[in-house]
């Protein structure tokens, strides 16, 4: 099964709004990251939360971290167009080295 | 150019064929991967390698080899493609001290009828 499990799986807004994603995980963990894919192309990396980190600032993403409760969420704030593609989480868990990949959350920004 | 680069993107092979696809990195990193990606599943990883002598099996690696004939070079082998193992597959590579972010390629639309 997979370590990440995103919610919710579809999110449509209009351009302007503010997007929130949320991951949950189920083992312990070095980082967690989120990663963009645009539809049908690779992956690309956004931002990595370390374990001992709260929250991140990148631009006009977000990133909160809840070890407590094995749970994080990305915020992107002021959304274009542009902005719609997949999110995904990925953790790497403290006891290896492998990523792994949550199911994604399809986000939908309206002009 | 890309950094990572997977040939063939597009393929469609028939049952009990044998397909390979191909991967190199510019990057100069050790570790290189292959994940499948299907509707609704996310990222599964097959197998992956943390330098050239180094192969391991991922979640998914049934029906599936790998061969990390380089540094740069890795690539993966449906010695008999049955129709479940259409998917995207993507390549991926990390490394040095910035190990935790992984760098993908643009994927290879696998079809198998």
């Known amino acids: 099964s997979q370590q990440g499990e995103e919610d919710p799986q579809a999110l449509s807004i209009q351009e302007g709004e503010n997007a929130t994603m949320n991951c949950s995980y189920k083992t312990s963990i070095n980082n967690l990251q989120w990663y963009r894919q645009n539809s049908g192309r690779g992956l690309v990396h956004l931002i990595l939360?370390?374990?001992?980190?709260r929250e991140k600032h990148s631009g006009r993403l977000r990133v909160t971290l809840d070890t407590s409760k094995k749970s994080s969420s990305l915020l992107i704030t002021a959304s274009r167009a542009a902005d719609t593609a997949s999110y995904f989480c990925?953790?790497?868990?403290?006891?290896?080295?492998?990523?792994?990949f949550g199911e994604g959350t399809q986000l939908t920004v309206n002009p | 150019d890309a950094d990572v680069t997977q040939t063939p993107r597009n393929r469609i092979t028939k049952t009990g064929k044998r397909i390979m696809l191909e991967c190199s990195q510019t990057?100069?990193?050790?570790?290189m991967y292959w994940y499948r990606q299907d509707p609704g599943l996310g990222l599964r990883l097959i197998y992956y390698?943390?330098?050239?002598?180094?192969?391991n099996k991922g979640e998914i690696s049934d029906g599936y080899s790998v061969s990390r004939q380089a540094q740069a070079k890795f690539s993966l082998s449906l010695e008999s493609a049955i129709p479940n193992q259409t998917a995207l597959y993507f390549c991926a590579t990390a490394g040095g001290g910035d190990g935790n972010t992984i760098y993908f390629g643009e994927g290879s639309w696998l079809t198998v009828v």
């Open positions: 939360i370390r374990s001992n980190e």
């Open positions: 990057k100069g990193h050790d570790r």
């Open positions: 990925a953790t790497r868990e403290t006891s290896g080295s492998r990523l792994t």
């Open positions: 390698s943390f330098d050239v002598k180094d192969i």
